[in-house]
């Protein structure tokens, strides 16, 4: 009995000492975590296993989250499965993340289907941030898109735009032309030859055409659902048919690039300095005796092609579409540009490149086109590399952040509430920061975002110069069909078809 005594006096005391040191470190954890709990971004109440992915069904993404962020704020936490989404759509977030905080967002998320079409991560725009990715930007930048090529971009542009313009001339009178079309195969046609050579396959030897190809590649780049999901992303992705969709794509795709690398290796011999193109100093920087300082290897040129061919053609067709689209919807617009292109240029047998330097209004009409239809809607997704502040909230590592273009370009609270409207008279006096972000910012923005407008300003002035533009079947100019339709690119759902009228000077 004494024994039990003592025992139960022991637990007692021993309870009480362990009574008190808990009441005492109780406020030392509440203190402690109000220090260290993040205090995150507003979001949208979870559902189990899915997040906030009911959130997107039946609307597009860039339109779905657009929405949200007019309740939860500029900056909005997402969940797709167990995957944080940090979602921007304000100038002000827009400029943390791409300015302030760039050297923390500048990264990429990791995804299968980008693993694979890009050699394991050897490309640019998609690849996460490493000296290897910013040594490859800086070979396109200098060998592609910079100034040791652009004499003979603007040859070849000039070029294509000529056959354009004698196609449309000699067309069938009040037959309407499909734009896209039109646009695909000059933009392809610049492109290809500057970056392959005038010898560039039209299309591959087997499998699906040029633009499947190309479409595909750019689809399966986009992500899929597995990626959000780490423990039955693979089940998901096998089910759902992607993991075989993606082997197609790369092997269709691997298959076109192999074919213009082993071209230019047949031919490598016999070609002179002046008619080298993009691949063939690809080449040259792979041989040992380079001197560059960086040797590339084949997955870094197959890489670079790939770059060009999803990130060279289709933005510049779609802003081209949309711009022509909007032209014509406009009436007021379309007559302004014509008056100013013409009354600049006079009449002459070709638009020269340096005419399109007095066009103002026109460079404010491709300006306003990107306002409104930026090609990607929610750019390409940067990751977080470490724990940084945004607006006043914790943004942890790992977290993928989406910037809302489009939303920002159409945002009525700094536009105004025309800011649907297309009129490209705004920019006479608004000085654009981050108020429309088309090409993004910082380290990771768009290497084409000098070359890119420029091209779309030369190919409009050369349309409206020569032709008047009519929509077809007797519908109103207004009531064109402007729905969109794309995740990673943005376009328009339904092909824009006009009727062009070769222009009278004489009238």
Request: aromatic share 10%; proline share 7%; with cysteine.
């Amino acid at each position: 009995m004494e024994i039990f005594s003592i025992f139960l006096s022991w637990l007692l005391t021993t309870a009480l000492v362990l009574f008190m040191f808990c009441m005492f470190l109780h406020p030392l954890r509440s203190n402690r975590s109000s220090i260290t709990a993040p205090k995150l971004p507003p979001n949208p109440p979870n559902l189990p296993i899915i997040g906030n992915l009911h959130k997107l069904i039946g609307k597009p993404r860039h339109q779905a989250l657009w929405q949200l962020s007019k309740e939860y704020g500029p900056v909005m936490l997402f969940y797709i499965g167990s995957k944080p989404y940090l979602i921007i759509s304000s100038p002000a977030m827009a400029k943390q993340v791409l300015k302030t905080q760039d050297h923390v967002f500048c990264s990429r998320p990791l995804s299968k289907a980008v693993k694979r079409l890009t050699y394991n991560y050897m490309d640019i725009a998609f690849s996460p941030h490493s000296d290897h990715q910013r040594e490859m930007r800086k070979i396109l930048v200098s060998e592609f898109l910079g100034p040791k090529r652009a004499r003979w971009f603007n040859h070849v542009l000039v070029t294509e735009i000529e056959t354009m313009v004698r196609a449309l001339g000699s067309h069938p009178p009040n037959v309407a032309v499909n734009l896209n079309k039109l646009f695909l195969a000059l933009v392809k046609g610049v492109v290809c030859k500057v970056a392959f050579g005038n010898n560039y396959r039209q299309q591959p030897n087997k499998g699906p055409s040029w633009e499947v190809v190309v479409d595909e590649g750019l689809e399966m780049l986009g992500g899929s659902l597995g990626d959000s999901f780490p423990w039955v992303g693979p089940f998901i992705d096998q089910v759902s048919g992607s993991t075989s969709m993606l082997e197609t794509c790369f092997t269709n795709l691997d298959t076109y690039i192999e074919s213009i690398i082993d071209d230019h290796k047949n031919q490598i011999a016999e070609v002179i300095d002046d008619e080298k193109d993009f691949v063939y100093t690809l080449l040259e920087l792979s041989s040992e005796d380079n001197t560059s300082g960086h040797r590339l290897t084949k997955e870094d040129i197959k890489a670079l092609i790939l770059d060009v061919l999803t990130g060279g053609v289709d933005t510049t067709v779609v802003t081209l579409e949309w711009a022509m689209s909007e032209i014509a919807r406009n009436v007021r617009v379309k007559q302004k540009l014509q008056t100013e292109i013409r009354n600049n240029t006079g009449r002459k047998p070709k638009i020269d490149v340096l005419d399109i330097t007095k066009l103002t209004y026109l460079k404010m009409a491709v300006k306003e086109t990107l306002r409104l239809h930026a090609p990607a809607p929610l750019m390409i997704p940067h990751e977080c590399m470490s724990h940084c502040q945004i607006g006043g909230y914790d943004v942890l590592p790992g977290t993928t952040a989406l910037i809302n273009a489009w939303g920002i370009g159409r945002d009525p609270s700094i536009w105004g509430e025309n800011a649907a409207e297309f009129y490209p008279e705004r920019f006479e006096k608004f000085e654009v920061d981050f108020e429309m972000v088309p090409f993004g910012g910082g380290r990771r923005s768009c290497p084409a975002m000098n070359t890119a407008p420029a091209t779309v300003e030369f190919v409009l002035a050369n349309l409206l110069y020569w032709f008047d533009w009519e929509v077809p079947d007797g519908v109103k100019n207004e009531d064109l069909n402007m729905q969109e339709e794309g995740t990673l690119v943005l376009r328009k759902k339904v092909p824009l078809c006009l009727v062009p009228t070769n222009y009278n000077w004489d009238d």
